[in-house]
């Protein structure tokens, strides 16, 4: 049972509209009919106070085929109601539907949610982390891979950042990924990759640089 309570925000769905309810407020700050929108205002309101917490409930919220990303910032956290029944869905061509770039993502955490795309665009892309946290996520490609691509990437391509106290747990990555690695995720640093479950990948399930201090229990593979 989520307490709604422990949240700076709401999101929910209204017929066609995306609505973000100010819990300190008690008003609706943020309403559009595009689901990107409202989640970019939040982010951004949230960052304005130097992070705050998120409550997204139960619904589809479609990321339409826009070439923006949404741009993760430190110190949120991102609950959804439900992890199968609280659903983002990408269906841009060009990009992720979640970001960060430039510097490593810090004291991030989402949990119960799912991400999908149709494997033309990644899930989730951060250049590195610092003690973020990802719990009882899935992250889903729902057709295969046209080319490689990762489900989601927490590094840079020249391993530029480095991931310091990740922790991936009770999650789930499904899809084919034409030969690239479900989870592609750099140099680690004391992080915790455990729990997982890894389906139908066209390629590896967990790519990695260099670890150090790191774990990777209880992780299961299907094909």
Known sequence: MVNIGQF?????????????????????????????????????????????????????YIMSDTPQSITLKDNQAWVGEDRDLTRIVGQSTTNEILKRVFTPLT?????????????????????????????????KFTSPAPSSRFIVFFDTVNNANDNERLIVN??????????????????????????????????QGIGVNTSTGSKYNNNNFYI
Do not use: P, W
């Open 8 to 60: 700076d925000y709401i999101i929910s769905i209204s017929g066609s509209d995306i609505m973000a309810y100010n819990t300190a407020t008690e008003i609706i700050d943020f309403s559009s009919t595009d689901s990107r929108t409202t989640f970019k205002n939040v982010v951004s309101a949230l960052d304005s106070t130097g992070g705050g917490s998120c409550l997204v409930k139960k619904g589809t």
């Open 107 to 139: 004291n991030f955490k989402m949990s119960n949610m799912t991400l999908e795309t149709n494997a033309v665009s990644t899930c989730l892309y951060t250049s590195g982390s610092k003690d973020c946290h990802f719990e009882n996520c899935v992250f």
């Open 170 to 203: 009770h999650c789930r990555l499904e899809g084919d990924t034409a030969g690239q690695d479900m989870m592609g995720s750099g140099n680690m640093y004391g992080c915790d990759i455990s729990n997982n479950i890894f389906k139908n990948g066209g390629g």
